[in-house]
């Protein structure tokens, strides 16, 4: 996913192309951390979360609609279901329900929810971009840190040539006898500690990418290098339009993070509204279709009667042993016609057919609280989120300005460092010219040439410096930077 920060990233690229094993421009790195960093993928999956969320609360405004089924076996006395008479026998039986039911009106708890619930999905695609900005920068800052790093290696090769090369001179002369051995010990001994800081150079670029494949989620082993674009050609928005209160404008209109805030508070003002609802009497409407079947493990009445027994209840004699059972359902007077025979299931299901429609209301009364400490606890939220807010725009205030502050001095410091280069070499060039003259010693060069190289590795730190200041203010308006 592109995101804001991407233009910043792009405007640092401007050779493409490798050599060798393949280099990995700043886009390329950019598009793999986004894609492979765990923190992105995580906030990914909770915008995820609330977007199921938001799927169910949107399908709890549809009726529901539910099918139950049951079937048990009774044994002993018990009630049939078909007749509700007790009966004194063993059967299975079987029932089913369709029940549906629909919220008519509840103060429109359910609708705010909604709302909510899709301010809350906003709020948390905002968090992803804000943290793909986060890893967007961080990955712009290791690979400048890598730029200097390379550069820094550069200036020390360039160091320990320069060094070499004077030796080589002066251990001709030194053969000669026209300068002392002193000359060419001290020289040996400069291009020691030069090789010394160039394999502390080479380890640091080491390192530097290291922590790089970290940042990337890239495994240690992979081989790693990155393109070297020239740093004099990135391009700088001038500083003029990059003004704090302007600056500060745009980021509470375009950065991730502030609508983050905004969003949430919103949505934190939808709950309130959600949670008030709540207090008040909702009504609903129901409906269901319902029928049950038996089915009789002892048909006693398909037996053959062969006499009566009176008593507590009519009996039937069958293979001589009597049988309880119930009142007979089919009489002519007194006389005894037929007696209760289950009809089949399919027949039963449909006689024993039955419907249910109504109208509910629910007024809640007392419940221990819960609706009106849930609405209380909303309340807190909002002003929460609104110290939130506050805060996090008072610190963003806070950091454009340091930013803009940071971005001037580091121009001032960069120029001053570009203007000691120059003196510094004029004054080893003064120097190479005197000590090739023999009017000055080796120990002079040598401080001479230190000093040249302190100040082309100062000047290279300022520059880097304010590259990066500069993109950082870009990088908080929040409207992407011109290539």
């Known amino acids: 996913m592109k995101t804001r920060i991407i233009p910043l990233l792009l405007s640092l690229l401007t050779i493409t192309g490798a050599y060798g094993q393949e280099k990995w421009d700043l886009l390329k790195c950019v598009e793999y951390a986004l894609k492979n960093n765990i923190s992105v993928r995580q906030t990914d999956l909770q915008a995820k979360l609330s977007e199921l969320a938001l799927k169910q609360d949107r399908a709890g405004q549809l009726p529901s609609f539910n099918f139950n089924g049951s079937s048990g076996y009774r044994l002993g006395r018990s009630e049939n279901p078909t007749t509700g008479v007790f009966e004194d026998n063993n059967f299975l039986n079987f029932g089913m329900q369709i029940q549906s039911q629909v919220n008519l009106f509840n ?175 909702s009504v609903s409407a129901f409906g269901s279709l319902f029928s049950n079947a038996i089915s009789f493990k002892r048909e006693i009445y398909d037996q053959v009667l062969t006499g009566y027994s009176a008593g507590a209840g009519l009996r039937a004699n069958i293979g001589g042993t009597f049988y309880p059972v119930e009142i007979p359902v089919i009489q002519d007077g007194t006389t005894v016609i037929g007696y209760f025979k289950p009809d089949k299931i399919g027949t039963q299901f449909r006689n024993n057919f039955g419907q249910n429609i109504g109208i509910g209301l629910s007024v809640p009364i007392f419940n221990g609280r819960q609706a009106r400490t849930a609405w209380d606890r909303s309340k807190l939220q909002v002003k929460q989120w609104e110290l939130t807010k506050e805060q996090n725009d008072m610190t963003l205030k806070q950091d454009i300005y340091k930013a803009y502050t940071d971005a001037v001095t580091a121009m001032q410091k960069f120029n001053a460092n570009k203007k000691t280069v120059e003196i510094s070499q004029k004054a080893y060039d003064y120097s190479q010219k005197r000590y090739d003259l023999a009017l000055l010693s080796t120990l002079e060069l040598i401080t001479s040439q230190n000093n040249l190289q302190r100040a082309k590795i100062d000047m290279l730190y300022a520059q880097y410096d304010y590259i990066f200041k500069m993109k950082l203010l870009e990088f908080y308006k929040g409207q992407g930077l011109k290539l």
Do not use: C, H
């Open 107 to 281: 103060w429109f708890s359910r609708k705010r929810t909604i709302e909510a619930s899709e301010l809350t999905l906003a709020a948390d695609n905002e968090q992803t971009k804000k943290i793909q900005n986060d890893i967007a920068l961080n990955v712009a800052v290791a690979y400048l840190q890598v730029l200097l790093g390379k550069e820094q290696v550069n200036l020390a090769k360039v160091q320990a040539e320069q060094t070499k090369a004077q030796l080589d001179i002066t251990r001709r002369r030194v053969d000669a006898g026209t300068l002392p051995e002193l000359n060419a010990a001290e020289l040996e001994a400069q291009l020691a500690r030069d090789s010394s800081g160039l394999v502390t150079a080479e380890g640091s670029v080491q390192q530097l990418q290291l922590q790089m494949k970290a940042l990337l989620n890239l495994d240690a082993s992979v081989p790693f290098d990155i393109v070297v674009p020239l740093v004099n050609v990135i391009p700088v928005e001038p500083l003029a339009e990059l003004q704090p209160d302007a600056v500060y404008a745009s980021a509470m209109a375009n950065l991730p993070q502030q609508k983050v805030n905004e969003l949430r508070l919103k949505s934190a003002l939808k709950t309130v509204a959600a949670a008030k609802g709540n207090l008040y009497p």
